[in-house]
């Protein structure tokens, strides 16, 4: 696995003594976390939370944090025969958004969303969210509006491609709650406080561009995305954004 589920990094690991960070200035910190992004951006979509996390620290890292980049570094030496792959077969473009329901220490959560089309994977994204939620299913909710922008602009490149009207595009959420406060509209107390940016997505399901349906957590893909996760959950995972050997 990328990262180990036990890890928990932060800033109180960074050195702050002079010998501590004269041991660390010598370690290629930097070059290796620039070249975990590269791949995580094009061919390694698994890796991406791992990523996320370790270049938090690229400042002022430490040992704790170093061992997390070697980590990511067995991880791939040990997939390297992984390949994204995709199918003949043209399949309708799909999305899957999550957030990760744990607080980092910023208490900001990560966002992760996925687009599958032709039975591969085209586009993915982790990062932290820019607000501090309230609850897990205002972090769903945001996830899904960012995820939703991206499915358009997919959307828009497709139709340019394959002129002809576009069936709406499929999006999964695994919060029950979310799926229902884009559809109806209604006051509530607890939500109140979102900020009118986010509830672009309801005007996007009332277009018919994007369908949103409830996915189990067990089936939502972009679990990988926002967490780490036990060895078979990632292998899980991996396969099902079609990364498989040649």
């Known amino acids: 696995m990328p990262m180990e589920t036990s890890t928990r990094l932060s800033t109180c690991q ?34 991406s939370f791992a990523v996320q996390t370790v270049s938090q620290f690229s400042k002022n890292p430490g040992l704790a944090h170093w061992d997390a980049v070697k980590q990511i570094f067995h991880y791939l030496k040990g997939t390297a025969d992984l390949w994204l792959s995709c199918r003949a077969v043209k399949d309708n473009l ?25 039975g591969g994977t085209v ?13 897990t299913m205002e972090s769903k909710y945001v996830a899904i509006t960012h995820a939703a922008k991206e499915g358009l602009w997919i959307r828009s490149l497709l ?25 109806d509209h209604q006051y509530h107390t607890r939500t109140k406080h979102i900020d009118i940016q986010f509830h672009f ?15 189990p957590t067990n ?28």
């Open 123 to 135: 586009s993915w994204s982790a990062k932290w969210q820019e607000i501090v939620s309230l609850s």
């Open 159 to 183: 139709s340019q491609l394959f002129p002809g009207k576009l069936d709406p595009t499929t999006l999964f959420s695994d919060n029950q709650s979310t799926v229902t406060l884009t559809k």
């Open 201 to 215: 997505i309801c005007y996007v399901i009332e277009n018919s561009s994007i369908r949103l349906i409830y996915c």
């Open 14 to 47: 960074s050195p702050v003594t002079t010998f501590k960070i004269t041991k660390m200035h010598d370690i290629p910190y930097l070059e290796a976390v620039s070249l975990f992004m590269y791949t995580s951006l094009s061919t390694c979509p698994d890796i």
């Open 219 to 246: 089936d939502m893909v972009t679990d990988m995305l926002t967490k780490a996760l036990p060895s078979m959950k990632v292998k899980h995972f991996a396969s099902q954004l079609r990364l498989s050997a040649p």
């Open 94 to 118: 799909v999305g899957y958004a999550d957030v990760d329901g744990s607080m980092a220490e910023d208490r900001h959560t990560i966002s992760g969303y996925a687009f599958m089309l032709f």
